[in-house]
């Protein structure tokens, strides 16, 4: 037996020390939060959602890179913060042919590399050269397919890289050859795989074509945008610097940008409540209505995407005989109460999608839209043979496991079993076993997004013509994919929208693709940011973004304590 | 094995072992058998009593009780999470789905699984880590490098290729469980076992030539049993919230179904504003395995030999 | 001794070797490429990526391709995700973290975990056995991902003692170490008050406690030696769980420790990265379960190693 003299010596010697560890630790108590810090210093903190995977802007092809190598890298045109115009970036001017296709750019006398070497248009050349090459196997060469000889040249079928329509006529002179006079180009020349990479600096580090040249680490990188890249520790932050050599260095008012990879909206959330972020990447859906009656911290915007069902509707892949009928896909579209789902499911402001391309830039408008019509979807559903829904066979919805995909593929569920009676379940896989099976075709409907590369319809229904990689439907309409192509030489003019509306016609009423919602950004962010507008393609450049020490500090909800 | 070896020996005398260590003994001794004399301990331990009761009570309520409450899946989308009512107890869900329902019903799912892959860990590690702990030298170093093996191969992989070959499979759920959750056991076991080998009761056993399978069953997993049982009531809750782990994999229960597993971890994500979503799942867990603890408490009291002579 | 241990090595390595032969056929199998993205490329790009990573190769010549320069300079490779670090770049970042919010971890959860089993086995069925086993109890069945949230809102928010996340100053290990603790202690201290419940019924100790051996000495020489075999036993995985980092508590803490690349580089099909990790894992499993098997000895003489 223990004496109870002991165990008393015990405790009275644990509490001391447990109140001195606390004391010890509790000294440091409520310093200036990063973020009050950061106001001052011109330091921006970001939750960037995740870690990079290369820095190298014709090496990645995610949303992650893209906000890191947009401080880095400038190209050809940036856009307006505001209404994305293109904007001069490295080119100060360009002139168009009168037949549409060739592009003349200026490079701008001032444009340099972080050091010190000027930006010629020879740099672009080869920048793009090494993209397209088939040896360095760039994930997004695709993107620069509407150059002549492009995509020849990046599926081998050219080797001879001076027949592919971009040339150095001087040093600061760069002509592009199109395809065809595609009134979205010069908006596609904001994405980073039109960016150019200094050639000499990644030939002095490793080899042209090799995937893991060290040439992006912060010791060696060169970079031509308004911030250098000062530190990257993986998975936990990765800074940049102002640049002192960028052409428009007087208008860059943050000193450094702090990007930390939190994979986890609650982690960011977290993290952004203590003050340690300036602003998140997204933030978690059940704090959004705690946010909204806080304060002002809190965006809710409309984005350049939509959010869709893919149906197999393949004749030889598909495995549901009763998909491969265009009254019975309609007939899904038709009984899904999309306002229900927004309102009442995602609750993030998204909006109802009755068209596959989202309302938005250049006043786009769909003709025939969808509507919520159970009676119209089960008196389809009889025309095809199956009244009441009886012998349809049993529906899979292939989703990746995600909290808002299961919501959305629950509540869809049981309207398709309410209004048309079909059996439905839910298939969740990982995600790279979900995305196998999408791209072998090996599903019956499949949960999707997109979301614009740029502002163009263009953007949405290109991907729907015959053969291309992002189909994945079976969907295949030779007079579809005529009008695509054509509407690229109509200009912009009411033909081309007129054109554009057809093919999406078409789209919806053989309805390989279900829309259910138009994408919104929701996410968190300090008054005391500014410069920081909201856009369809949620793109802020950072040159424009400054911090506002006078700001007061934002009201942020009590959670937890309050109930 | 090399029991076939020990056979051609002369036929043992039969053997007492000494009383105190050996369970087996109690048999021929008094007319009843271990397991009589461990239930009438069990019964006289009142905690352990009342523990049983309710988790049988739980258990009934699981798998009965969703026949009654409302259908676990209906929905009702305008009525996005609401707090307790008297008509929904436990309030509702994100899809306006009654929680009582789908605890209940989760229940279901989650008892079955937490049972079965309780019970496949346990023969197998508990029979496992005996052999390799008792047989030693070259054969202990072959199973349990065996194990480590096993323990150090990718968990994702192994799940996914499992289900590439035999499609969704709740069966597969069990196997996916009870392979990894065996592992453990038998090494708690083997160093158990390694420990009584040397002690006089086995060697004097040995020595007698006793078969090793009687051994084995009647004097060395006896007296293991009180680490196991331990490390039995461990595995349950981890079993449980493993399995919402595989449902993330798209293995286990498919949606709109749940488990405490997956109500839990749902649940967490809005623990801040929705703590009800969390705390009813969660305490149904906490409480099962509450009682599941002291249960195990009272059954290893009472299976323990030594225990009457206190 | 020394006998043993060498066996022991030289079986840990054909372990190793087993277990990264067979990782390396599996991961191939599983459905994914470490290509295959939301937006998917034109199979011609796909094709070059592929040839660029030589998978386009029967799977024996890509295994003499990998385990090639693995054997002759510890070659691991570069990572198919992070492109431009590699394998053993990323590994050699994150180990130390992880072992060092292992180290503290195990800390706590031995101090905690042992010291809370050896007390409640003393004081069987008084308050110092209900509260530290109840509490144990709710460490089991509270998982992490609900135990750091709390902590973090409780004192990083509403104290600002911490900050939420990062791994830079010595107060931001104190979280993310007691998480992990916790859990661990939870596991420990049931174990031992199993296995000391066990030992203290037996004579020896009794024989001890009769010819009146100081109740301490008692249970420092006689009893905690065979008390906390289970514990030992339960050691070597959860060492090597420790020291790797847990998935959970890095995500939520946001530590560029090892776990986290674990469940990552599986669920991105990053080959290279799988087989790191899992060549790792694999003889920390070894070198751990023979640490704890020489520890069983030491603690208990009648255990032999042969």
């Not at chain 1, 010629?120 to 060469?141: C, G, H, M």
Request: glycine residues 8%; neutral net charge; hydrophobic residues 45%.
């Amino acid at each position: 037996m223990i004496t109870l003299c002991r165990s008393t010596s015990l405790r009275s010697l644990l509490l001391p020390a447990l109140l001195a560890t606390l004391a010890l630790v509790g000294t440091g108590c409520k310093k200036a939060t990063r973020v009050a810090q950061g106001n001052k210093d011109q330091i921006f903190h970001y939750g960037n959602g995740g870690e990079p995977s290369d820095l190298d802007p014709q090496n990645v092809q995610g949303v992650p890179e893209h906000h890191i190598i947009k401080a880095l890298f400038e190209g050809l045109v940036t856009m307006h913060p505001k209404d994305l115009s293109a904007q001069p970036g490295v080119a100060e001017r360009w002139e168009v042919s009168p037949d549409g296709k060739t592009f003349t750019f200026t490079l701008r006398a001032n444009a340099r590399w972080s050091d010190g070497q000027p930006v010629t248009a020879d740099d672009f050349v080869q920048s793009y050269e090494r993209i397209l090459n088939p040896k360095f196997a760039a994930p997004y060469a695709e993107n620069l397919y509407l150059m002549v000889g492009a995509e020849e040249y990046n599926k081998g079928k050219l080797t001879d890289f001076t027949q592919v329509g971009v040339k150095a006529p001087e040093k600061r002179k760069l002509q592009i050859t199109l395809r065809a006079p595609a009134p979205f180009f010069i908006g596609m020349l904001r994405h980073y795989s039109w960016f150019p990479v200094p050639m000499g600096t990644v030939t002095k580090f490793g080899k042209k074509y090799d995937k893991g040249n060290p040439w992006t680490r912060p010791e060696n990188i060169v970079s031509n945008g308004p911030f250098t890249l000062k530190e990257w520790k993986p998975n936990d932050k990765i800074v940049v610097q102002k640049n002192p050599r960028y052409w428009d260095e007087n208008s860059v008012q943050l000193k450094e940008i702090h990007f930390y990879p939190i994979d986890s909206t609650d982690t960011e959330e977290l993290a952004f409540r203590a003050g340690e972020l300036h602003a998140t990447n997204k933030v978690p859906a059940s704090k959004t209505d705690a946010y909204k009656q806080a304060g002002t911290t809190l965006r809710i915007e409309p984005y350049y995407g939509v959010y869709y069902y893919r149906v197999n509707m393949d004749p030889q892949k598909g495995s549901n005989p009763a998909l491969k009928k265009a009254e019975v896909r309609r007939a899904l579209a038709l009984s899904i109460d999309r306002e229900a789902i927004v309102k009442n499911v995602l609750r993030g402001g998204e909006l109802a999608a009755w068209s596959f391309v989202p309302p938005g830039p250049g006043g786009y408008q769909t003709r025939d839209k969808l509507k919520y019509d159970p009676e119209g979807a089960r008196k389809l559903l009889a025309d095809a043979g199956y009244p009441g829904g009886k012998g349809v066979p049993k529906i899979s919805i292939l989703i990746n496991t995600a909290e808002d995909h299961k919501a959305v593929a629950e509540a869809v569920q049981a309207m398709w079993k309410k209004e048309l009676g079909i059996e439905v379940e839910i298939n969740n896989q990982e995600w790279k076993v979900y995305l196998a099976a999408q791209n072998n075709m090996d599903y019956m409907v499949s949960r999707s997004g997109w979301i614009a590369d740029y502002p163009d319809p263009n953007s949405f229904l290109g991907i729907h013509t015959t053969g291309n990689g992002n189909n994945n439907t079976g969907f295949a309409s030779p007079k579809f994919d005529k009008l695509v192509v054509d509407s690229w030489s109509a200009g912009a003019s009411g033909k081309r929208t007129g054109m554009l509306q057809e093919a999406e016609g078409l789209l919806l009423a053989d309805m390989p693709v279900v829309p259910i919602y138009f994408y919104t950004r929701r996410y968190l962010i300090q008054s005391s940011v500014k410069g920081w507008f909201a856009n369809m393609l949620d793109d802020h450049p950072w040159k424009y973004i400054y911090l506002d020490p006078a700001a007061p500090p934002d009201r942020l909800p009590v959670l937890g304590t309050a109930r | 094995m090399p029991l076939v070896a020990e056979e051609t020996q002369p036929p043992p005398e039969p053997f007492e072992a000494p009383p105190i260590l050996d369970v087996a003994s109690h048999e021929g001794e008094a007319g009843h058998s271990l397991w009589q004399d461990a239930w009438a301990r069990l019964r006289r331990n009142r905690l352990a009593v009342i523990c049983g009761g309710f988790l049988i009570a739980i258990a009934v309520l699981c798998f009965v009780g969703p026949l009654f409450t409302q259908d676990p899946n209906a929905q009702e989308l305008s009525r996005y999470i609401t707090a307790p009512t008297w008509e929904h107890w436990m309030g509702t869900d994100t899809h306006g789905r009654d929680l009582f329902a789908r605890v209940l019903a989760g229940g279901r799912v989650s008892l079955m699984v937490g049972l079965c892959a309780t019970v496949v860990s346990l023969v197998i590690g508990v029979l496992y880590g005996t052999v390799a702990g008792y047989l030693g030298g070259k054969v202990d170093a072959v199973m349990m490098r065996f194990v480590d093996a096993v323990y150090a191969m990718p968990f994702i992989i192994f799940v996914i290729l499992l289900m590439v070959l035999f499609g969704r499979n709740f069966l597969l759920l069990f196997v996916a469980l009870g392979a990894v959750e065996w592992l453990t056991m038998a090494r708690i076991v083997r160093g158990q076992v390694m420990a009584l080998r040397r002690t006089e009761f086995i060697e004097a056993a040995d020595a007698l030539g006793l078969p090793k399978s009687r051994i084995i069953f009647r004097h060395l997993i006896p007296n293991t049993l009180g680490p196991v049982i331990v490390f039995t009531t461990l595995t349950i809750p981890a079993i449980m919230l493993q399995e919402a782990f595989l449902s993330f994999l798209g293995l286990g229960v498919p949606p709109p179904d749940a488990s405490w597993g997956t109500l839990i971890n749902e649940g967490a994500k809005s623990m801040e504003e929705y703590p009800w979503l969390l705390l009813f799942p969660g305490l149904a867990l906490a409480v099962t395995l509450f009682s599941l603890n002291f249960l195990g408490d009272g059954l290893r009291d009472a299976l323990d030999p030594r225990a009457s002579k206190d | 001794m020394l006998k043993f241990i060498a066996s022991r090595l030289v079986q840990t390595v054909g372990v190793v070797w087993l277990v990264a032969t067979l990782t390396f056929v599996l991961v191939r199998f599983a459905p994914g490429s470490p290509f295959d993205q939301e937006r998917n490329v034109s199979p011609e790009i796909k094709a070059n990526m592929e040839k660029r990573y030589g998978l386009d190769q029967p799977v024996w010549k890509q295994y003499v391709n990998y385990f090639g320069p693995l054997i002759a300079h510890g070659d691991f490779g570069p990572s198919f995700k992070y492109s431009n670090r590699t394998v053993t770049e990323i590994i050699g970042d994150a180990l130390p973290i992880s072992f060092e919010m292992g180290f503290w971890a195990l800390l706590v959860a031995l101090t905690l975990g042992v010291g809370a089993g050896v007390l409640a086995s003393l004081r069987r069925n008084t308050a110092l056995d209900w509260l530290p086993m109840s509490l144990s109890l709710v460490g089991i069945s509270v998982p992490i991902f609900v135990v750091g949230p709390l902590l973090i809102v409780t004192f990083s928010i509403h104290l600002g003692w911490f900050n939420v996340n990062g791994w830079n100053e010595p107060a931001d290990r104190v979280l993310p170490s007691l998480t992990l603790g916790f859990y661990y202690a939870a596991y420990f201290a049931r174990l031992t008050r199993g296995g000391m419940l066990e030992v203290l019924s037996q004579d020896f100790i009794r024989t001890a406690r009769a010819k009146g051996a100081s109740e301490g000495r008692v249970v420092l020489r006689h009893a905690l030696r065979g008390g906390v075999l289970p514990v030992v036993s339960f050691l070597g995985p959860a060492l090597a769980g420790i020291v790797t980092g847990s998935f959970t508590i890095e995500t939520i803490f946001h530590i560029p420790g090892l776990g986290r690349y674990f469940i990552q580089a599986a669920l991105n099909r990053d080959y290279t990265l799988v087989m790191g990790t899992v060549i790792l894992f694999a003889s920390l499993i070894g070198l751990l379960n023979l640490l704890a098997d020489v520890l069983l000895a030491w603690l208990n003489p009648r255990v032999k190693l042969d």
